[in-house]
């Protein structure tokens, strides 16, 4: 079975700070997807990435970057320069390439408050 | 503009009726989706479909109900055997199963009084 842990519940920053929200992942596929999702206080889930397993390579976006790291199985997400709009639930998901037990498993999201 | 849409925002119903949530998505994908939040938690898998005509129960498909009668459409009923169904209701959609990404709906927050 699959499973997502983001261990940080709830996170409190100052506006312009760097923040890096954590997610650590196990499966004992060799090829699987991960993502990132935001959820606003309007509450739909917005799509921030996807990686695949065989692509360790890290990604920025703007001020949005992500460290994956297959070695401690963990693929991590770091805002720069933290701005109010970024307040939201933040949530990583897992999903294996195939088998009958498949589907986008999610971790249970870390709370992310930035404050002006 | 394409996208999903969920109706009605905020459901309010009674104990012991039924309710049916709209889910409409115009990105002409194939594998639809229904997730149920509790506050503070993850999403959990209701149902999801695959294609037209052919649906799956994800992990608490109990006191819920679906079908896929059209490409565009993936209502959900919440019915009286759903023990405690007031939560956050989500739907998504994907160009294929489980690898595509999804994308999401608005959601439905339904209360049942």
Known sequence: ?116 | DGGITQSPKYLFRKEGQNVTLSCEQNLNHDAMYWYRQDPGQGLRLIYYSQIVNDFQKGDIAEGYSVSREKKESFPLTVTSAQKNPTAFYLCASSPGPWTDTQYFGPGTRLTVL
């Open chain 1, 1 to 116: 079975a699959q499973k997502v842990t983001q261990a940080q519940t709830e996170i409190s920053v100052v506006e312009k700070e760097d923040v890096t929200l954590d997610c650590v992942y196990e499966t004992r596929d060799t090829t699987y997807y991960l993502f990132w999702y935001k959820q606003p206080p309007s509450g739909e889930l917005v799509f921030l990435i996807r990686r695949n397993s065989f692509d360790e390579q890290n990604e920025i976006s703007g001020r949005y970057s992500w460290n994956f790291q297959k070695s401690t199985s963990s693929f991590n997400f770091t805002i720069t320069a933290s701005q109010v709009v970024d307040s939201a639930v933040y949530f990583c998901a897992l999903v294996i390439s195939s088998g009958s037990a498949r589907q986008l498993t999610f971790g249970s999201g870390t709370q992310l408050t930035v404050l002006p």
